[in-house]
């Protein structure tokens, strides 16, 4: 059996042979269509998929043929466009958070309920007080489940940035977890 | 829980119209298209005036074939159409109002000063096309000595087109 051609094999041809590229649009549009909603929410998505996929194939020379997969290539085009909507991004982030409290409350005895009732929102709130780099790269890693490759890849950035990255955005939730850690922090 | 695990627990899906990855597709091959065949725009181009220009092109793409360039219409701030271009193969026309810069339409002025030479594909499938559409044939359907079959229409105001096809040479 043969197997298809990877990524980088239909994206090199398509520089010479332009419609190759709907190949990666039927491969994944539907991943990062999901990508895009999960983040600003459906009509944002749906209004921003078109346009990412124009900007990567005006981009397809760049593409680096070393790379096993174009998701974090497409991924990263589209955390560029998803800045100019952060408003919306952070609103939908703090609803879920809402959303998911209500329902962790919900299933547990008071004590319990009254934690989830403020954590979550403070978890939404911390990563929307991340800088803009400490964030991307913590949900592209914990929502996407991008390696720190990909997450590299995706942000065009050596690897060890992206570890000192998720680590300082892994620090920060993790004060909100520990009793007393909000202290320790004004403490600092 | 881990703090990446937290941060998980935020990630919620959104529901999408299923038409949603088909209008993405449509922006791609769009700009696909454009890629592939990057418009060059002809050092000569014939202008050919009419008195109504939408019933012009509308003729024209129906009887002739050509396709209208969109990106290329002149609109003025009224609405009125001003000027258009068709293309053909790898060939365009602009489609003018009648007495623009001097170029009189055949309606009114009742002279054909100059025809029109294009080449097709399958001249017999044009000529069935073009007499369906409504044109008026100026000379039948035929083959020439020099190797060429042709006919000659006129459009609906009377500009006259010449369409032919090479064929084979009898030995």
Do not use: C
């Not at chain 1, 994944?28 to 990567?56: K, M, N, S, Y």
Request: aromatic share 8%; glycine share 8%.
């Amino acid at each position: 059996m043969v197997s298809p051609p990877s990524d980088a094999a239909v994206i090199g041809l398509s520089v010479d042979e332009p419609e190759a590229f709907g190949v990666i649009y039927d491969r994944h549009a539907p991943t990062v269509l999901r990508f895009l909603g999960r983040r600003a929410g459906a009509d944002v998505a749906e209004g921003l998929l078109g346009d990412l996929f124009r900007i990567a194939f005006e981009r397809r020379k760049t593409f680096d043929p070393a790379r096993a997969s174009a998701i974090p290539w497409l991924y990263g085009i589209g955390s560029n466009l998803l800045m100019k909507h952060r408003r919306g991004e952070a609103r939908r982030l703090r609803a879920t958070a809402r959303m998911t409290a209500d329902e962790a409350s919900a299933k547990r005895a008071s004590t319990a309920a009254h934690d989830a009732r403020l954590l979550f929102p403070r978890v939404a709130d911390a990563i929307e007080a991340l800088p803009d780099s400490e964030r991307e790269a913590l949900l592209l890693f914990a929502w996407e489940d991008l390696s720190y490759q990909g997450v590299a890849e995706a942000l065009e950035l050596p690897i060890g940035t992206v570890r000192s990255r998720l680590n300082r955005a892994r620090a920060r939730l993790r004060e909100l977890l520990e009793p007393g850690g909000k202290k320790r922090e004004r403490a600092r | 829980m881990r703090p990446v695990d937290l941060a998980r627990k935020l990630r919620r899906e959104a529901a999408f119209e299923p038409a949603a990855l088909e209008r993405g597709k449509a922006v791609l091959m769009a700009a696909i298209r454009q890629a592939s065949a990057p418009r060059r725009w002809p050092a000569i181009t014939p202008q050919v005036p009419y008195q109504d220009i939408p019933a012009a092109l509308a003729f024209l793409e129906r009887a002739f074939g050509f396709r209208e360039i969109p990106t290329a219409r002149f609109v003025s701030a009224g609405g009125e159409l001003l000027h258009a271009t068709v293309e053909f193969g790898n060939s365009l026309v602009g489609v003018g109002g009648q007495g623009h810069h001097g170029a009189i339409s055949p309606m009114s002025g009742g002279v054909e000063s100059q025809f029109i030479s294009v080449e097709v594909d399958d001249v017999d499938a044009h000529y069935r096309r073009a007499v369906a559409a409504g044109a008026r044939v100026a000379d039948e359907l035929r083959d020439h000595a020099w190797g060429e079959r042709t006919y000659w229409a006129l459009d609906l105001e009377g500009h006259r087109w010449r369409f032919g096809q090479p064929i084979r040479q009898h030995v």
